[in-house]
Structure formats: C-alpha cells, structure tokens
C-alpha cells in the first residue's frame, strides 16, 4: 500500500541556511517516527509559500544517505490570505502496511498551528 506521510515546518526569514536546517530536521523526524527507509520511499513532494527562494528545501533530502535516488520536488504553496508565512510542507510518499491512522504525521515550530488534531 502506498500511504502518505505529511510534515510542515516553519523558518523565521528567508534563509538559507535556517531552510536547509529545518527542512533537514523535519524530514529526519518523518523518518524516525515512521521507520521509514529510502527503498520504500515512492516521491517526495516539498513545498513554500511565496516568502521563501533562498534556498531547494530538496536539497537536504537528496543529501542523505541512501536518499540520492528518492525523486523529490519542490513547488509553490499556493498564496492563501492569512496563511502561515514562511513554511515548508512535505508530502512523502511511501510503500507501507501501516494503516491509516498509524501513519505519525510530523509539525514543528510554528507549523503546528496547521494540524493540531494530528499532533501525537
């Protein structure tokens, strides 16, 4: 079965390094909380909202080991009035025999506000 995973993150300007960083600890929490191994790993799709082009949040991703492989791709949150600025969503998409409501779905820093009903 292919599941979902999603992930969001939040910096506090447009920068590189704190996108790379955050973008990096975010999708090594994913990995963790999910036992997740890059052979079993679909996609990985990564998306900003329009405050944030410093950096691909793809890169720190296609960094880790045994990742060089996994397709990733990055795009433009669309531009929702009041949205949450400066976030980082992650969608990956992986082959599991978890169900549904196994999957631990993963928010840090401000991103939390996003999802507060699947905070574990």
């Given at each position: 079965?292919?599941?979902?995973?999603?992930g969001a993150?939040?910096?506090?300007?447009?920068?590189?390094?704190?996108?790379?960083?955050?973008?990096?600890?975010?999708?090594?929490?994913?990995?963790?909380?999910?036992?997740?191994?890059?052979?079993?790993?679909?996609?990985?799709f990564v998306?900003?909202?329009?405050?944030?082009?410093?950096?691909?949040?793809?890169?720190?991703?296609?960094e880790l080991?045994?990742?060089?492989?996994?397709?990733?791709?990055?795009?433009?949150?669309?531009?929702?009035?009041?949205?949450?600025?400066?976030?980082?969503?992650?969608?990956?998409?992986?082959?599991?025999?978890?169900?549904?409501?196994?999957?631990?779905?993963?928010?840090?820093?401000?991103?939390?506000?996003?999802?507060?009903?699947?905070?574990?």
């Amino acid at each position: 079965m292919i599941r979902g995973v999603r992930g969001a993150t939040t910096v506090s300007s447009n920068n590189e390094s704190e996108i790379i960083s955050h973008t990096r600890e975010l999708t090594q929490a994913m990995i963790k909380e999910n036992n997740i191994s890059a052979d079993d790993v679909a996609s990985v799709f990564v998306s900003v909202t329009q405050d944030l082009n410093a950096a691909f949040p793809a890169k720190p991703i296609r960094e880790l080991s045994g990742w060089e492989y996994v397709p990733v791709m990055c795009m433009q949150e669309i531009d929702v009035p009041n949205g949450l600025p400066y976030c980082i969503r992650i969608m990956m998409t992986i082959n599991t025999s978890l169900k549904q409501e196994e999957i631990i779905h993963v928010y840090q820093h401000q991103a939390k506000k996003l999802r507060p009903d699947l905070l574990k």
